[in-house]
């Protein structure tokens, strides 16, 4: 009123600035012709799957589904569950509400102040014999989140390998010197190597994929869950051997009737097995660190020795598929890239292998069966 000289004069000023900002936001609404509101509200919508993936972070770092019951059925207060989770029951209602968005947890209807867990949040249960907390509390991790904030610049400038850029160094150096990162990576693929087994041994054994060999190798294989998913359904008999970084064999938690040996991949394969498996590595580096490991196994193995590459293969344009969008991930923490069935055909010609078939299985990866030349 002291700046309009006048209380009255301000009065004025409001009315005529409301009116203005009404009119304009009529115009929009009355510009169907020429914008299509519901294309606009849809792209306002999709805004809340960027505050929902920290909200799964939270669910899931906070082990809040195990202060539920344990049931779909049974409903506690929002009070109850803060308590016994340890955490402040404002913000905890709070955060269930949203969660409601994507029906992880439901609210009863008729008390506003209970939750119960839906059966996709009985999965972030500790219990769950598929729980996926470890891969959500990987997805929110503060470096990983950081390096994903690059991407404006790394599509702008065309630079790959975002954590280069962001911390100094490689992310496969950031997993040998980073207990916190390391941790996070270990954790969240062992719930991959979880997924993926139950339906790689599951979809494998129906055609009888890993049936006729007498050494079966997995190449970056980890703590060997994946071997140790097979062997139900090889041969009695069958040597399963798994070849990691030297340092990761050496921590890796020992399973019975498996070998672990560690040699680095892009110096030296094992020779001996018939049958040789690679799960989500070439998806994690470029094109000539793929050639150097695939050249390897060639190097190592004999004419007609099976390699079976497990990873996702990009589908055809207007096809949806998990790969498009982890593409991103790939982009900014790594060198490497999600593929599609003729890339990867490249690679394997350039490297003396011949693509036999390609196997769906239930979950986004395929199994990609190649015979040495």
């Known amino acids: 009123a002291e700046y309009m000289g006048n209380y009255f004069q301000y009065k004025k000023f409001l009315r005529v600035s409301l009116f203005t900002s009404l009119q304009n936001s009529l115009k929009i609404f009355n510009m169907s012709s020429a914008v299509n509101i519901p294309a606009v509200l849809k792209v306002r ?4 799957y960027f505050e929902l993936t920290y909200c799964m972070h939270t669910f899931a770092k ?50 506003e102040d209970s939750f119960s867990l839906t059966e996709l949040g009985l999965v972030f249960r500790t219990d769950h014999p598929m729980c996926c907390v470890d891969h959500f509390v990987l997805a929110g991790n503060q470096k990983l989140v950081r390096c994903l904030y690059g991407l404006p610049e790394v599509v702008r400038e065309g630079l790959p390998e975002g954590w280069s850029r962001a911390f100094g160094c490689t992310f496969w150096e950031q997993l040998a010197k980073d207990p916190e990162v390391a941790t996070a990576f270990d954790n969240g693929m ?30 970056g294989g980890g703590h060997g869950q994946l071997v140790n998913y097979l062997k139900p359904i090889v041969r009695p008999g069958t040597k399963l051997s798994v070849q990691e970084r030297p340092q990761a064999a050496e921590t890796a938690k020992m399973l019975e009737g498996i070998e672990f040996i560690g040699q680095d991949m892009f110096e030296k394969i094992t020779p001996g097995p018939d049958c040789y498996i690679m799960k989500h590595v070439m998806d994690s580096f470029g094109d000539e660190h ?14 007609g020795t099976t390699l079976i ?22 982009l900014c923490a790594t060198t490497g890239r999600e593929r599609t069935r003729a890339q990867f055909e490249s690679l394997f010609d350039q490297t003396g292998f011949n693509l036999i078939a390609v196997h769906p299985t239930s979950t986004e990866v395929s199994m990609m069966e190649l015979r040495r030349r």
């Open 290 to 303: 793929c050639i150097q490991v695939l050249k390897n196994i060639f190097n190592a193995s004999k004419k």
């Open 62 to 111: 906070l082990r809040l589904a195990d202060s539920f019951p344990n049931s779909t059925t049974q409903r506690a207060c929002y009070h109850e569950i803060a308590k016994k989770a340890g955490v402040d029951a404002p913000h905890l209602y709070r955060l269930l509400r949203a969660l409601t968005q994507l029906d992880i947890v439901a609210q009863d209807p008729n008390s």
């Open 309 to 330: 590459v497990i990873e996702s293969v990009v589908t055809a344009p207007g096809i949806k598929h998990f790969a498009k969008a982890f593409d991103i991930t790939l």
């Open 45 to 48: 919508e999709l805004w809340q």
């Open 190 to 219: 062992s719930f991959l190597g979880k997924l993926h087994g139950e339906a790689i041994s599951r979809d494998a054994s129906k055609i009888h994929l890993f049936d006729n060999y007498k050494h079966i190798m997995d190449i």
